[in-house]
C-alpha cells in the first residue's frame, strides 16, 4: 500500500491524517486513455476540452466589460490559464509520484488540499470546485437552448440536462474517438463562422448602442469572464500516465494546446467584434446565429446549431458525471452527507454515483430556472478561479519540484487568479462567495469523527 504523507510533500512533520483519499474524475471524464497518448495526441486532446460550447456564449459578456479591448483581455485569460495549467500539472505530477495508483483528475487539488492544509481546507476545495462543474453545466445548458430552441432557452436547457443525466446513468461512457469527432466538428464549424463574420462585417449597417469605453476594470473583468473559455486545461493537466513521457510531453502540450485555443478564440473575437461591434455583441444570447443566416439554403444555420448542440451535449454530459463523482467523493470523507455515496454497478466495471448525479442534475435545473445566462457565466468563473488559486497556492507547498515549474510561476497563478475573480461583476462575486461560506459554515458545524487508524491512501 502507498502512502502520501505532508512531510512528503514539504519536509514538514505530518500532522494527524483524516479519512482515506479518494480521487474524483476530472472536467473531462473519469478516466484515463487504455493507450498512453503521444504529445501530438495529448494537445490533440487538451484543444478538445478546452474548445467547447463555452465560445458560442462567453463573447457577449465580456464585450460588455471590455468593450473594444476583448483581445487583451483574451490574452490575459489565456496567460492566467497557462499559469495555472503549469501549477495544476506540477501539483498533479507531485501526487502521481507519491501514489502510483493514482488515476489522475480535476480533483488533485482537493486531494493535496487535505494533505497539505487540513481537512477543511479540503472540504472548500473541493465544494468549490463542485459548484464550479454545476455552473459550468447550467452555462452550457442555457447555451444549448439559446441555440437549438431560441424561441424557448430555458425548457431546451432542462431537456438538456435530463437526458444527459439519463446517458449518465444509463452508464454511457464517452470515448476518445467522440471527443475526437465532436472536437474535429466545432473546430471546422468555428473556423469557417470566422470566414463568415469577416466576410459580412463589411456589409452590416452601424448599428445602435451606447459605445462601450475600454477600461482597465473592464479589461480584467472581460478576462475574468473569458477564463471560462481555457477552464478545460485542467484534463490536459492532469492526465499524467496517460500520456507517453508526461514529464516531457505535458510541459510541452499544454502551452501548444492553450495556444491553438487562444488563437481560434481570438479570431472568434475579432471577427464578432467587426461584425456587431462592442455594444451589439453584448446583447446578443446567442451571437454566431444570425451571422450563419447569410448562408444560404440554411446550411449556415444548420452547421452552427449542430455544433452548438455538440459541443453543449458533449460538455453536459461530461461536467454532470464530473460533478456525480466529485460529490460522492467527499460523501466518502464525510464532507458530504453519507446520501451522496450511494451507488450502482455499471457497465465498464466502475460504480455509478446515482443518488449524486441526479441532485446534481437538479441543481443544475434549478440554476437554469433561476439564473441568466450572463450570471451564471460570472458565477462559474469565479469558482473556477478560486479553485484554480487553491491549486496554485497547494503547488506552492510542494518539496517535489521541477525546473520549469519554480515558486514564482504558483505565485503568479495565484495572483493572477485571485485578480481575474475579484475583477468579476460584484453580484456574481457576492453570490458564490456567500455560497461558498455557507457550506464551509455548515461543514464546520459538524464534527469529523476521529479515525482510529488514519490512512492517508488513496
Not at 467527499?330 to 464532507?335: F, L, S
Not at 451522496?340 to 465498464?348: D, E, I, N, T
Request: with cysteine.
Amino acid at each position: 500500500m502507498n502512502t502520501l504523507s505532508p512531510s512528503e510533500f514539504t519536509g514538514e512533520p505530518p500532522p494527524t491524517l483524516p479519512s482515506p483519499y479518494r480521487l474524483e474524475g476530472h472536467l473531462s471524464g473519469n478516466t484515463q486513455p487504455r493507450v498512453p497518448l503521444g504529445g501530438f495526441d495529448a494537445t490533440t486532446a487538451g484543444i478538445g476540452s478546452i474548445v467547447g460550447a463555452g465560445a458560442f456564449v462567453a463573447f457577449s459578456p465580456a464585450a460588455a466589460a471590455a468593450g473594444p479591448a476583448l483581445a487583451l483581455s483574451l490574452g490575459i485569460a489565456a496567460f492566467v490559464a497557462l499559469l495555472c495549467a503549469m501549477s495544476t500539472f506540477q501539483l498533479s505530477r507531485a501526487v502521481s509520484r507519491r501514489l502510483p495508483e493514482d488515476r489522475g483528475g480535476d480533483a488533485t487539488a482537493r486531494t493535496a488540499a487535505r494533505i497539505l492544509l487540513g481537512p477543511y481546507s479540503g472540504f472548500f476545495s473541493g465544494f468549490t470546485l463542485l459548484w464550479g462543474l454545476l455552473l459550468s453545466t447550467a452555462v452550457l445548458a442555457l447555451a444549448f437552448g439559446a441555440y437549438i430552441v431560441p424561441e424557448h432557452p430555458v425548457a431546451g436547457a432542462v431537456g438538456a440536462v435530463v437526458l444527459m443525466s439519463a446517458v449518465n446513468l444509463a452508464g454511457v461512457n464517452r470515448g476518445n474517438w467522440a471527443t475526437r469527432f465532436i472536437l474535429a466538428f466545432v473546430f471546422a464549424i468555428l473556423a469557417f463562422t470566422v470566414v463568415v463574420l469577416f466576410n459580412e462585417a463589411p456589409n452590416q449597417p452601424v448599428r445602435v448602442g451606447a459605445e462601450i469605453e475600454p477600461s482597465a476594470a473592464g479589461m480584467l473583468q472581460g478576462a475574468g469572464l473569458l477564463f471560462f473559455l481555457f477552464s478545460g486545461y485542467t484534463k490536459l493537466a492532469t492526465l499524467g500516465k496517460g500520456v507517453r513521457n508526461p514529464s516531457r510531453n505535458l510541459p510541452l502540450a499544454i502551452p501548444a494546446a492553450i495556444a491553438v485555443s487562444f488563437v481560434l478564440y481570438l479570431l472568434m473575437g475579432q471577427s464578432l467584434l467587426a461584425y456587431y461591434g462592442p455594444a451589439a455583441l453584448a446583447a446578443e444570447p446567442a451571437p454566431l446565429l444570425e451571422p450563419l443566416q447569410s448562408v444560404g439554403a440554411n446550411v449556415g444555420t444548420g452547421a452552427i446549431v449542430l455544433a452548438a448542440a455538440a459541443a453543449a451535449l458533449g460538455g453536459i454530459w461530461v461536467l454532470l458525471e464530473s460533478a456525480g463523482r466529485t460529490a460522492a467523493a467527499m460523501a466518502a470523507d464525510r464532507d458530504l452527507p453519507s446520501l451522496f455515496g450511494r451507488s450502482r454497478p455499471g457497465r465498464a466495471g466502475s460504480d455509478i454515483p446515482w443518488a449524486a448525479e441526479i441532485s446534481g442534475a437538479a441543481v443544475v435545473i434549478v440554476l437554469v430556472l433561476i439564473g441568466d445566462l450572463d450570471g451564471l457565466i460570472g458565477m462559474a468563473s469565479f469558482a473556477l478561479l478560486f479553485y484554480a488559486a487553491i491549486t496554485t497556492v497547494c503547488a506552492f507547498m510542494l518539496k517535489d519540484r521541477s525546473r520549469y515549474a519554480p515558486r514564482a510561476l504558483n505565485v503568479a497563478g495565484t495572483a493572477g487568479a485571485l485578480l481575474l475573480a475579484l475583477a468579476l461583476p460584484p453580484l456574481s462575486i457576492s453570490l458564490m462567495l456567500i455560497i461558498l461560506v455557507a457550506g464551509l459554515v455548515v461543514r464546520l458545524s459538524f464534527r469529523r469523527p476521529r479515525s482510529t487508524k488514519p490512512d492517508p491512501t488513496l
